[in-house]
């Protein structure tokens, strides 16, 4: 029980909405993060993790539930009462006021006295690389600088936990790679649990310990980013993480029967020797068939080939109409010189690649 | 204590006084007013407590049972004082739309610098402002000096003390309250807008009536109704500027109550003007509630 | 097609010059003439001189010898003084209630909440004259002797509604993440208030109570109803003077009275400008 920072039991909470409605943010949420751990809340937008980061924060008053911040309660408390700091979307750096004085100021609002509020400062600002940057102006700025300046903000005051607000959706791309590794390390230097929200999938599966994957107000699923990829527990999650190929169908004994006739080969679920399941294939996971294909194959008719640099991305249907994507590596440009040709494909697959979802687990 | 009646404690701190007053002081004198509207002149100035509807009869042309026939000088004001309004509205907009489109094009600094030329005015004296124009116009004025020195005309012209004098005078110092709502629209076009119209083949003047004059329709209306207000109950510029022979609706009333001494007809006078800023008021807001409401009033 | 593009383009310039000429011509032909000699016909010029200036500051000179306008000038003063207070204590008073009602309803959610708001654009829009009248009856009605009090509280009716309007339109353009933000690093409400929306308030409230300030020294309508017969303001004291006569020393008044509230609103704006 100890090892965990922070304990959300039943969490709740619906918005009205002006028609009169209401919409459900969180649907009874249980989540416990661990100590010094980098957990990312994943989800498409208003699936509610933005809510579930407010209502630790404070910024949000459940209708139910409890949530626990270092085994004390902390529901009823207002946000300048708890022991957590924020990075926000859009940095909220105080406009009027230095980069010296926005990062001291959790300090000085908690009454520190000023010659340790200026070592500390300083000492926060190295950390986050703007050593002797006090004097200036947020607006003076880049956009990468103030993201550093909201981190060194909030983590000034050594919080128990640091919520992060999809803080790199506003940079640039090649920044944005670069600040994830910088958070990392900070996270590890710092000793403290982060919680990042965000709906970027590339970005959770990079930074992460664990991954909570939400959508309607529920934790779909909550796991390493690999257990995330590799073995989704439901369609949902299969399809908001990564590009897959989904086959609905009965299992029968160790193949897949679909409705249209397209049978899929398996070497997993044992136990459930018959039922409705759903197959799922990477599209890395496909390759050509060669003459004699020890594995199973899916034939396809291409509708388009896609150089994408280091590989081919075909998009195909199967004889029955279904749509099938295939990554194939770029290397072996012979391959594709036929099937170019021939607007035809043989694609084989690893049964024991394949990741069943049985239908109890869909939501 | 529990944070709603924190906060309930806070918020009667800071509306409760200033409600009080507003209620008071606002509120109050305009319900006397509609009150007194509806009371019987005393003969010698002063007021009789009773019921007595023909204030608002009289302003129509009918006949009252104290003072006079049928006679319809009021109304005839009345209108008067709209169609001065409303040809100020008009002169403002011609003065103001074109102005605005050459500004909203400049750069950063001229703008700002053109925007400070044109509120500064706002800054002085109205009445200093009205005052110049009675040294241009007037008999001896500057107009009439420099045209009959150079032989043009003979005998000066009459230019004070017109219809003319009075919508110059307002225009010229409501000219900040037509171009800002104006700026504001003209500013806010998507020119991409306008070349798309173009590129689609409409002309110009096509291009004008469909897509520039509809998108800024907003700030046109706006700055005619905040020009309308005040001009249509003006008693400054005609007293400044229309002489004894202009008289609008604001002369009228002042009339009434300070040589008159007929309060009850001024006051229902009045009730007519503030009854026009209701009507146009809710008009606005009902036209601005049905394309983004709060815009409006937020702003 | 091009030729008649530039041809609008500088039509449209041309316009704009003539805009611009339009407002400030008019005022630079009183600032000149205002050192016209000729007293009778102010607009034909026949030399220069400062004798208006003079006598409205009350200097004696060689033409004022005989000390006409001396006593007018102690009323101008008299006048200058009474507005001058009115418009201090109008602006202290509309300023610190149009700031709280800004406040009020920025932050707080309740029932008639946008009704209020309407309410609070009425004083403003209110045409003078109607207002004047009835604060009139009002303070005839209720046996206050009309006087500064009267003008004073008159004037804050309509003044507290610029406050509010520009106050808000602060608070509007204002941040909402950082009082979170605030709160988030640990201050309290009132701290959050103190340290984070007070400063970004600030240029708002300064600028709510320039305009108020500027509105009353220039309101003659509505103090011209309820000033009573002892009182008198600037704008006042002019229209009294302008409707018994057109004399040089008015010119002089105005053009000092110009060049004062030019002065001021430049540096006003300027400094707001630096602030951005």
Redesign the interface.
Known sequence: MQDSIVRLEGASKAFATPEGGSVTALDAIDLQVRRNEFLTLLGPSGCGKTTLLQAISGFVELDGGRILIDGEDMTDRPPYRRPVNTVFQNYALFPHMTVGENTAYALEVAGVAKAKRREQVAAALKMVGLAGMEGRRPRQLSGGQQQRVALARAIIARPKLLLLDEPLSALDKNLRQAMQIELKTLQHELGISFIFVTHDQQEALTMSDRVAVLSGGRIQQLDTPRAIYDHPVNSFVATFIGASNLFDGRIDGDRLMTGDGTEIRHRRAPSTASGAATALIRPEQFFLAGEGEPFPTLDVDLEAIVFVGSTFELFGRTSAGKKVIAEIPAGRRSLIGDIERTRRARLAYDPAAVHLIHACAEA | MSIAIRRRVQLAVLLGPVSLFLAVFFLGPLAIMMVTSFLAPGLYGGVEWTFYPHNFGRILGFADPMFEDFDPVYIAIFIRSVKIAALTVLAALIVCYPAAFCIARLSERWKNFCLFLITLPFFTSLIVRLFVWVLILRQTGLVNEMLLSTGMIARPLDLIYTDGAIILGMVYVFIPFMFMPVYGSVEKLDWTLVRASLDLGAGPIRTFWRIILPLTAPGIVGGAIIVFIPALGNFVVPAILGGAKVMMLGNLIEQQFLAARNWPFGSALAMMVMSVMLLLLLVYVFVSSRRGADAALNR | MKIAQSLFRGS??A??GL??A???I??V??AV?SFNSNPV????WTGFTTEWYAQVLGFKTTVSENALYIESTGQLLQAVWNSLVIATSTTLIATV??T??A???Y??D?LGQ?F????M???M???????G??????FV?SGIHLGLMTII??Q??FL?SYVFIVV??RL?GM?R??E?????????EW??FR??VL??LLPGIVGGALLAF?IS??D??ITY?IAGVDVTT??MF??AM??RG?KPE??AI?VM??TF??V???LG?YLR?RQK
């Open positions: 449209l310039v316009y704009t805009f611009f339009f407002i400030y008019p005022l032909v009183i003439y016909n102010m607009m034909t209630f149009g709280a009602i406040i009020g309803l932050r707080f309740f946008r209020y708001r309407v309410i654009f009425m004083p829009l209110m045409p003078d004259i109607v207002l009248i009835a604060l009139l009856i009002f009605n509280i008159g804050c009716t507290i808000s339109a509007a941040d993440t950082l979170n933000a605030s709160a988030d690093l640990g201050a309290d701290t959050t340290r984070v400063p970004q500027i020294m220039d003659l309508v109803f600037l704008p002019i229209f302008l409707r057109i008015i010119n105005a009275m110009l509230s030019f001021v609103a430049s704006l400008s």
